[in-house]
């Protein structure tokens, strides 16, 4: 199994709502990532978990909240977003360490209305 | 902050053209990472080039890190439809922990 998973496909929530983006691989990598990409622009790094533990928050706003629950899950749950983080929210593994290559999830499509 | 830059943004190409897509960093980089992303899909790896003045081929795509390790390329000979895509490449600038993306190409075949 070399996938990682991504749900929902889609997302469309209000400013007040409370959701959460879900991703899975079972590769038995120990680096997860979330990344935000804007159309016709390149992914941004938004957190990172190695071995379990937060090791990279690149500034993100705190209605941005990242857990992982084992070496396989990472969520990304959202509260009070703005229109401005409608964006494709992307998973992404690696075996170990930051840099080695990375294999991404499908992502999701968020818009936030 | 520290960015890799790519050349050229955008790439129209005739089927059966060769095309080319340039990387530069201002600080030297560990390792070059090559991705590939089509319309409405996610990024795919490539390739890593890891060595001064390493050159690596993939069927039609052929991969450069340069010497002093802060400029890259992807050269595609003979472009085919499949070819459509966004191609970005990412590096991990000076002392970063973590990979930067550089801005990517956008590249269009035409039948």
């Known amino acids: 199994d070399t996938e990682v998973t991504q749900t929902p496909k889609h997302l469309v929530m209000g400013m007040t709502n409370k959701k959460s983006l879900k991703c899975e691989q079972h590769?038995?990598?120990?680096?997860m990532y979330w990344y935000k990409q804007k159309a016709k622009k390149p992914p941004e790094l938004m957190f990172v978990y190695s071995y379990e533990k937060l090791s990279i928050n690149e500034s993100v706003p705190s209605r941005f909240s990242p857990e992982c629950p084992n070496s396989s899950l990472l969520n990304l749950h959202l509260h009070a977003l703005q229109p401005e983080d409608s964006a494709l929210y992307l998973c992404?593994?690696?075996?170990?360490?930051?840099?080695?290559?990375?294999?991404f999830g499908s992502g999701t499509q968020l818009s936030v209305l | 902050g520290q960015q890799v830059m790519q050349i050229p943004q955008y790439q129209h190409v005739q089927e059966g053209e060769d095309f080319t897509t340039y990387c530069n960093s201002s600080?030297?980089?560990?390792?070059i990472q090559w991705y590939k992303q089509r319309p409405g899909g996610h990024p795919v790896f490539l390739i890593q080039l890891v060595k001064s003045g390493e050159v690596k081929k993939q069927k039609r795509l052929t991969f450069q890190f340069g010497e002093a390790k802060k400029n890259s390329s992807l050269h595609i000979t003979a472009t085919q439809t499949t070819d459509v895509g966004t191609y970005f490449c990412a590096g991990s600038p000076g002392s970063a922990r973590q990979l930067t993306f550089g801005s990517g190409t956008q590249l269009t075949v035409l039948p």
């Open positions: 992404a593994s690696s075996r170990q360490s930051t840099n080695e290559k990375l294999f």
């Open positions: 600080t030297t980089l560990s390792n």
């Open positions: 590769m038995g990598h120990r680096a």
